[in-house]
């Protein structure tokens, strides 16, 4: 791909998240900021922000790539990716202005990061990275996120959970053990669960190719979810 980060995901970009308040007073002040498949922003992203709101939190699917620039075909979807994932520093720049674009009207807010496959990893970056980030959540995301440069660097104070597929081939055991053991090194409050008979993209039903590692299944799903609730009332 030729073209430049900016030209790609920021110039002449406009972007529509889709926000729903939350339904508890007590919780809504806690922004859940979901991050896309690297499909785009989908009514898969759109009813999770739903379900996230009927919890009582507020929650806002992030417009990733822009009004009309979803990639549709594979090989698009994979160069779009690749471009965004290339270099630590823009993709950085921009997890953080869509944060805040999506945040900066909530006062005394509470930031949290959900994402799934690509947005899995964005997750972990934003959580990471970003230092407003009370925690991120990532359902089958990769685990090849950016480390920090130093310590100094890190959003220690970030919570982190993994939801991971036992046999999603996209992440190894190495991959696995090498991001515990840089959260461990970095005296993080971290979960990593593993799910058994468990392929990458179990959260999203369109997920049918098994052939290919992917797959969705619904009893995780659901276990997910919950995993999902209990994780987000720990910021409460």
Known sequence: MSQTFESIFKDNIKRVHYQVDGLSSEKSHIQVVIWPTFSGLSDFEKGIADHIASLGFSATALDLYGIEHNPVEMEEKLATMGALL??????????????QSACDAIHGKTIVHVGFCLGGRLALEAGLHLHDSAGAASFHGLMSFFRAQSEEKANTKAKMLVLNGHQDSLVTEADAQEAKRYWTSLGMDFQ???FSNTMHSFMLPS?????HGSQYNPQTAQRGYRYLANFLEEFV
């Open 86 to 99: 290339a270099e630590a520093e823009p993709l950085h720049a921009l997890l953080n202005e869509l944060t």
């Open 192 to 194: 990593f669960i593993d």
């Open 207 to 211: 997920a049918n190719n098994p052939d």
